[in-house]
């Protein structure tokens, strides 16, 4: 069998990439290890920042994408129980950000796909990478019915995550990973409880702690814990009390608790994000504290990026996308990495040099205001800050 871009995932990355190749008329088929309805229940990021609302009205999938999502209003950040609200709409020409839940995107960009004539491949199992220094690579994978399927293709976009088999078959030495442990976790809450007005962070003398809708009658709460904590150290007295404490919001309403998690915070970045006919693309290269709430608006860059430099190499026999597409990528990723270590700082207490109190306070109003005042800053606060929705 044959192709000439062979998709690793069906996440926000691996959907991106396939229909933007298939709006180039370029053939693909996208390989993804679980079943349709865990693809596209899992629930993460909650915002599609600016510049990827932008890609998809500018790809013509707008209406696709976000047919039936509201338009997005404003973010409450709370500096010792002093409320601050941003508007994520900065201003600026063209259509904001949008406040949509990651599993929303996924579904959207799947039956589109899919209506269009997608080729996509459910529980492919065993899936291995050949040949990526040869003229053309060939991936192998063993389909539901225990099938060994081998196909011949010019590119393999790497999608499947931080835990994929792309970045696995890079052989050693040829990446280069940044890693950083921010010192920070966070317990993270499903509760069958009212959403917030607006998606709310909250600076305290307690620590941080978010609140984002998850739903109508379902909420996800954020609260900061030291990393060596563990999820049974929260009974739900202690996570109501909590939060009511750090949102300052005594009369919080609580509810039924569906999910407890505990995670860390923590970021990386490798280098180059290619190797041979292999790309990597969204976490698949690189992993961003979820405080920035940046990572899946990476994933949908660097899917563009790709996009655009396959079809110039196919359609103008022009490679300097392809040749560029790391160090490309990468400068955004750092860029993003850094906004999101500044802002994680900024609203924790973390690290050696904890930010205490009332000097902490002051100097998270001081980055607010300059945010505030400055729309692109403004705007990238407001989606990172929105992005953990
Ligand atoms: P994904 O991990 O989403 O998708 C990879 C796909 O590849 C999956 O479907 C997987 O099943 C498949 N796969 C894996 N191995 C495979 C194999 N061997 N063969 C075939 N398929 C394979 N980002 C934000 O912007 N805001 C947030 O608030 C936010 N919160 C987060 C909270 C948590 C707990 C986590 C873990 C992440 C969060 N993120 C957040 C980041 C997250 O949204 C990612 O950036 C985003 O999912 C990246 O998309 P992909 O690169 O497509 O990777």
Not at 29 to 48: M, N, P, T, W, Y
Not at 253 to 266: C, D, H
Not at 317 to 346: A, I, K, M
Request: net charge negative; charged share 20%.
């Amino acid at each position: 069998e044959s192709t000439t871009v062979v998709v690793i995932g069906a996440g926000p990355a691996g959907l991106t990439v396939a229909n933007l190749l298939r709006r180039c008329g370029i053939d693909c088929v996208v390989l993804e290890r679980r079943a349709r309805d865990h693809v596209e229940q899992r629930q993460r990021a909650g915002i599609v920042e600016t510049r990827a609302v932008r890609m998809f009205h500018e790809w013509g999938l707008a209406d696709q994408v976000f047919g039936g999502i509201p338009l997005s209003g404003f973010l409450e950040i709370r500096i010792a129980g002093e409320s601050h609200l941003l508007s994520q709409d900065d201003g600026s020409e063209g259509p904001p950000a949008r406040l949509c839940p990651q599993q929303v995107l996924v579904q959207n960009l799947l039956s589109t796909y899919v209506a269009d004539g997608g080729d996509l491949r459910f529980e492919a199992a065993d899936v291995s990478l050949h040949d990526l220094t040869g003229e053309r690579a060939t991936v192998r994978y063993r389909d539901p019915s225990g099938a060994a399927r081998a196909i011949d293709c010019a590119f393999v976009a790497g999608c499947d995550g931080d835990h994929g088999v792309s970045r696995a078959s890079i052989p050693d030495g040829v990446l280069t990973a940044y890693p950083f442990d921010h010192g920070i976790a966070w317990l993270t809450v499903l509760a069958d409880a009212p959403p917030s007005v607006h998606p709310l962070m909250a600076v305290s003398p307690h620590g941080f702690a978010a609140h984002f809708a998850r739903g109508p009658r379902a909420s996800r709460f954020y609260l900061q814990c030291p990393p060596d904590d563990h999820p049974d150290a929260w009974p739900d007295d202690r996570v109501w009390s909590q939060l009511r404490a750090r949102l300052g919001d005594p009369a919080l309403v609580s509810g039924p608790i569906t999910e407890r998690e505990l995670f860390q915070l923590r970021s990386i970045v490798h280098d180059p994000m290619d190797h041979g006919r292999l790309f990597l693309v969204g976490d698949a290269a690189h992993i961003v504290s979820p405080m920035g709430g940046k990572g899946m608006n990476l994933a949908l860059y660097d899917a563009e990026v790709f996009a655009h430099a396959v079809s110039d190499f196919l359609h103008h026999n022009d490679d300097t996308g392809l040749r560029s597409y790391s160090p490309r990528c990468l400068r955004r990723v750092w860029n993003d990495q850094e906004f999101s270590h500044w802002l994680t700082q900024t609203l924790h207490d973390a690290g050696d040099h904890p930010l205490a109190g009332p000097f902490r306070h002051g100097l998270a109003r001081a980055r607010l205001d300059r945010l505030t005042t400055s729309p692109t800053a403004a705007r990238a606060f407001a989606e990172l800050m929105a992005g953990l929705a």
